[in-house]
């Protein structure tokens, strides 16, 4: 099929300009997911050479307490009915409290609602709507590229200050992918290190930012050319080692911020975020705090920036988000 550039999105009258609306089909509810496609998939499989696994997952508990300041740590619990035997369960485990994947559930457009125009009342428990059970069942899988914005900004000399909002640009994005010889093909799922996750969990516990007040978070800008670089080259996710992929507190310059929109009464803000657009509009799967290091090292120490990857939600009928069981093969 003819796939849209992002300029033709924003020009389109039949249905909100700037979404990918039906691009996919008609009802369609999984976005960016729709770009792994079984071709994808196969080539994909031949960049594994080594068979070095890297595990993109840090532990639940691990951003205890958490970021957004709205959820508890999880609480294990085990139990036997012999003394041969063990099972167990969870209570408090917030599916986006860790390495995570942001389902379209996750964000509604404050104007023009949730993705692919699905109604306020289809998105609750138990209805399948846009949840992060479809994404389970049609699976993530392909070809990971890796920006290691964090060595890449030292190595010219503008280290990123990860206790500030660096709000990192699509032509600096393009720059990191040509000096670690990365070509982007449709399907890819691309991962961005910034470094921020060991920064975070290096602080003081009663230092860390959380909640409405949360600062210095580096990140992708807001703007519309922002859109335009992560919708034309089809990724089929977006995940960074941050919390929230974009920088926080948000671009004033972006034209996004709505002045009359009251803050929360609990948690940030999501007022003029990145979000909004790419989840509700542009159906773009976000990846949040995943482990990075291990693999960024690697790829530091072979030159190789390319691996199959594969990360596989939970398969919960109506989900929001998922930890993101994310898994590179070298």
């Not at 609602?113 to 479809?134: K, N, R």
């Not at 909004?276 to 530091?300: K, Y």
């Amino acid at each position: 099929m003819s796939f849209p550039t992002y300029r033709e999105l924003r020009e389109r009258t039949d249905a909100p300009a700037g979404s990918s609306w039906g691009v996919f089909g008609p009802g369609d509810q999984l976005g960016s997911a729709n770009n792994v496609t079984p071709e994808a998939v196969v080539a994909a499989a031949g960049l594994i050479r080594t068979g070095e696994l890297f595990n993109l997952d840090y532990p639940v508990n691990t951003f205890v307490p958490s970021p957004a300041g709205t959820r508890p740590a999880t609480q294990h619990r085990i139990f036997s009915n012999n003394p041969n035997h063990r099972d167990d369960w969870l209570d408090s485990f917030y599916l986006q409290a860790t390495s995570q994947i942001d389902g379209l559930r996750h964000m509604r457009h404050p104007e023009h609602g949730f993705y692919g125009g699905v109604p306020d009342e289809a998105v609750d428990v138990g209805t399948p709507d846009l949840g992060i059970g479809l994404v389970a069942e049609k699976g993530i899988a392909g070809r990971g590229v890796l920006l290691d914005l964090g060595r890449y900004f030292e190595k010219i000399g503008d280290p990123i200050d990860l206790s500030t909002n660096r709000m990192i640009t699509p032509a600096e994005l393009d720059a990191a992918a040509a000096d670690a010889g990365i070509a982007f093909r449709p399907g890819d799922i691309l991962l961005l290190r910034l470094g921020w996750v060991p920064f975070f969990l290096g602080l003081p516990l009663d230092q860390r930012p959380k909640g409405k007040g949360r600062s210095g978070n580096p990140g992708l800008i807001q703007s519309e050319e922002m859109l335009a670089w992560l919708w034309d080259h089809r990724f089929a996710l977006i995940a960074a080692d941050n919390s929230g992929l974009e920088a926080t507190p948000v671009n004033p310059d972006s034209g996004w911020i709505d002045p009359d929109e009251p803050p929360p009464p609990a948690g940030p803000s999501h007022n003029g975020m990145l979000h909004r657009p790419l989840l509700a509009l542009l159906g773009m799967l976000i990846g949040e705090l995943w482990n990075l290091e291990p693999l960024a090292r690697s790829c530091a120490a072979d030159g190789v920036y390319e691996f199959f990857l594969t990360a596989k939600p939970l398969n919960l009928v109506g989900g929001v988000g998922s930890p993101a069981n994310a898994v590179a093969i070298k």
